[in-house]
Nanobody
Framework: QAQVVESGGGLVQAGGSLRLSCAAS????????MGWFRQTPGQERSFVAR????????YYADSVKGRFTISRDNAKNTVYLQMNMLKPEDTAVYYC??????????????????WGQGTQVTVSS
């Protein structure tokens, strides 16, 4: 069973950039579909991006398309989320997730079976 740990969150001004990292241990990293979700107080955890096992296929939520990029380095057991042109509405706790399931889509938090502890991203206006 994999474990994942996020890092890279922080405070940034609107229009700025941050790169989140998620390091995985346990299991075989290339067996996992990896995703990023985010959550604000009182809201459901929502899909941000996901990447296929080999890294060739990515999907994004409409709200981040064109600004965020998900990537992975299977040699380093790490997935990244590059966030550019950040907006105050991007403020949230960001969670990394791993999935060993074989599904047609991976937009729901129920499609993932391993979660990190989250990292706070705050975008000031």
């Amino acid at each position: 069973q994999a474990q994942v740990v996020e890092s890279g969150g922080g405070l940034v001004q609107a229009g700025g950039s941050l790169r989140l990292s998620c390091a995985a241990s346990g299991g075989t990293f290339s067996d996992y579909v990896m995703g990023w979700f985010r959550q604000t107080p009182g809201q459901e955890r929502s899909f941000v991006a996901r990447i296929s096992r080999a890294g060739g296929i990515t999907y994004y939520a409409d709200s981040v398309k064109g600004r965020f990029t998900i990537s992975r380095d299977n040699a380093k057991n790490t997935v990244y989320l590059q966030m550019n042109m950040l907006k105050p509405e991007d403020t949230a706790v960001y969670y990394c997730a791993a999935s060993t399931y074989y599904r047609s889509t991976y937009y729901s938090k129920n499609d993932y079976n391993t979660w990190g502890q989250g990292t706070q991203v705050t975008v000031s206006s």
